[in-house]
Each structure stands twice: as C-alpha cells, then as structure tokens.
C-alpha cells in the first residue's frame, strides 16, 4: 500500500520508541512526494485552502516563498531530512536539529504533527519530517471571502481589508485592531511585540497599513542555548540557557550526583558498597564512564548485569559496551542510516538482536520497550548512562 499523510503522521509517533522499523514495515512503499526535498532554507508553502488563480503576484492567488528557519543545501528528495543524522531519536535537540522525534509529544523540543494558526489570520503548515519538523508560516494572498487581509493587500483587491482605516477610528467589525491616529496605535514591527519573556516568540501579524497590525506570542517548546530562555524541564545538559541546580534530579556540570543513592544534598557523593560492587563487576576503578554510571545508574545497572555469569547479563552488558564504543544510542545503534530503519545497518545491530533472541523488527520494537526482558533492560540502563554521564562516556 502507499501511506497517506496521516498514516506517515500516525507512524511518526509512533515511532518515539527505541526503535521504529516495525511501525513503518506496515507501508510496503510509501509516496515520496509527501517527504519535502525543498531545500531546508526554504519550503514553497501554498494556501490549501485557496487554490492558486491563474496569474501572478500579489492579488493573483499565486503562493510565494515562506522562508523557513536555518539553512542547508539541497537533499535527495526520497531521504527526508534528519534522517543520517546520528543522534536524530536519542531524546536531546542537539546540532542542525529543530526536534528530537525521541522526545515525548508536547514536551520541550518534541517534533510537531500540527501547527495550528498563530492568529486567525495566520495560518501554518508542518515542514520537513524527523528531526527537521518545524512550523511555518503560510503567506497568504490577495483574496477576499477568506476573512483575511494580508500586509500588501488593499481594499480593492482583497474585500476583507478595511475601507476605513486612516480614520481615526478603531473599527473590529471591519477587522481593524488599530488606528495611526487613536489611544490604540498600531505596531509596526517585531520588536514593538516584545513582551519581555525570553520563553516566547513575539511576531507581528498583520500590518499598519491596513490596520489590521496585531502582536502574536508564541510559547517556545525547544529547548535552545542561546536565545535566554530556559524552559520549566530543561536543564543544563539541554541548555545552555539553564544554570546547573542540585535537586532536579539530573546530573550537570560541577555535580558528582544528582538524586541517587548516596548523594548529598550539595549533589556530592562517595560510593556506597552496592556501587563499590557494581564498578567491580564493570572491571576498571579507573574508568570515569563506569564509575559516573555506577553512580548514577545503579539500579539499570544491576538489572543489566546481574547475575554477572549470566547468559542474558552479558548479552544486556554488550549492547551497552557496543552503545558506547560507537557512540551512539537508541535507533541510531540499530537503524544505522537506513532509511525509516528498513534494512537496518547500526553498528550495535548484532548486539542488539543477540539481546532481544530475535532478528524480527517487530519483536525487536517490543522488546526494547520492555524493562523486563534483556533488551528493554539493555535500553533503561543506556538511556540512564546517555542522559548522566555523557561526557563521562564520550
């Protein structure tokens, strides 16, 4: 079958699992014209809603260029972009990422499925896939019976504009929202908006000209350093906006712990007998990835590799050895760069199937999620390691 834009959607989410190759083994072959191959710097985005009229220009019905955020270059238009992007699904936005598909929906840095208006007059449209989804702005046309007058547009080529903006008169019912001359002055740019909190995105919609100039503030959901704003389950591995605090349960710079067995409450900590143990077992005292992971990871650790002479121990143990040998985690160490994980090729692919006692993707997909079997163990005890001791295991 060939998926629709819904059943590519529904698999997207589907997909924020450890590994998503059993998901997308349900299309046998998929329409490569609904993966955008427009260059990143720019998406053609038209209005669906009002099919383009013959002509060009503003009042034409022709759609223009929506810029979208960041640049690249051109990519094949069959392999969507993020997709040989090594950490693409690891759960952080990190490099040329806009989301992580391996983060949570809703939370900070997730990758959208929908884009609703920023005003009512201001609709979006989903851009990209993977870890490339963003939300761009539609740039609407001269036309009227939509409801909407666009910053270029006039009352005589788009009726929905106000025939009497210039005077002096707010007038809602002819969607006026200012006046030059009135106690409600228009906004003439982006930086009039600015409402002070580094967590939003303020836009101007609209334009004086028409009297239709209204301010927009759109909540940021991915975390990014570097733009002020940290957002409330962020934190200083994720943002550099985020100042390292003891207590929220994750391990940052300056802290030897954070919320584990045997941390202080100035997130400092000297090993406790079970991690003695558990960093004997891994072999070196030496070893700052072991001992940082012993630390912090303690019980995913235990469940991993107890009993240490055990078949499934060593199996659970070598998908963790080969995660970090090849610094790579989750979909990554399975998928390799296959494209949607069809064929999989990862460095850990051997591991990863000797762990789940199967080379069927399906099995595989439920396995990982399962903190029950040698895999899911696998899995619990790699995610630990990758979000406390990275740099420790770099």
Not at 5 to 30: D, G, I, K
Not at 36 to 51: C, I, K
Not at 156 to 177: F, K, R, Y
């Amino acid at each position: 079958m060939t998926c629709s834009v819904q059943t590519l959607a529904a698999l997207v989410r589907a997909a924020r699992s450890l590994f998503f190759a059993a998901a997308l083994a349900a299309c046998t072959a998929y329409d490569a014209a609904l993966i955008s191959g427009e260059p990143q710097g720019v998406a053609m985005v038209p209005r669906t809603d009002n099919p383009p009229a013959a002509g060009s220009g503003a009042g034409s019905g022709q759609p223009t260029e929506v810029a979208a955020a960041g640049g690249g270059s051109d990519r094949d238009a069959e392999v969507p972009p993020g997709a040989s992007e090594v950490h693409c699904g690891d759960g952080r936005v990190t490099g040329e990422e806009k989301c992580d598909i391996g983060i949570p929906a809703d939370a900070p840095g997730s990758c959208p499925t929908q884009c609703p208006p920023l005003a009512a007059c201001n609709p979006r449209a989903l851009n990209n896939s993977g870890c490339q989804a963003e939300c761009v702005l539609l740039q609407l046309v001269c036309t009227g019976g939509d409801a909407c007058c666009p910053g270029k547009c006039t009352a005589e080529n788009d009726t929905d504009c106000s025939s009497h903006c210039g005077d002096g008169l707010v007038q809602p019912d002819a969607g006026e929202t200012c006046e030059a001359e009135s106690s409600t002055p228009c906004k003439r740019s982006d930086a009039e908006c600015n409402d002070g909190d580094p967590c939003t995105l303020d836009k101007l919609v609209g334009s004086a000209s028409n009297c239709n100039a209204l301010c927009t503030h759109t909540r940021v959901t991915a975390a990014k350093g570097g733009d002020g704003c940290c957002l409330p389950d962020s934190d200083a591995n994720s943002d550099a906006d985020c100042k390292p605090q003891c207590g929220n349960g994750v391990r940052e710079a300056g802290e030897d712990c954070d919320g584990t067995t045997g941390c202080s409450s100035g997130c400092k900590l000297t090993l406790q007998p079970e991690q003695q143990r558990c960093l004997e077992r891994l072999g070196d005292a030496a070893d700052e990835c072991a001992k940082c992971s012993c630390m912090n990871c303690l019980d995913s650790y235990n469940a991993c590799s107890e009993p240490a002479d055990s078949s499934a121990a060593r199996r659970c143990t070598a998908v963790l050895e080969c995660a970090r040998t090849n610094d790579c985690f989750g979909t990554a160490c399975y998928c390799g760069d296959a494209f949607l994980c069809v064929g999989p090729n990862g460095s850990c692919r051997t591991q990863i199937e000797a762990a789940a006692g199967s080379t069927d993707s399906n099995v595989i997909t439920v396995r990982a999620n399962d903190p029950a079997t040698t895999l899911g163990k696998a899995y619990m005890a790699d995610t630990c390691r990758t979000q406390q001791c990275r740099a420790q295991c770099r």
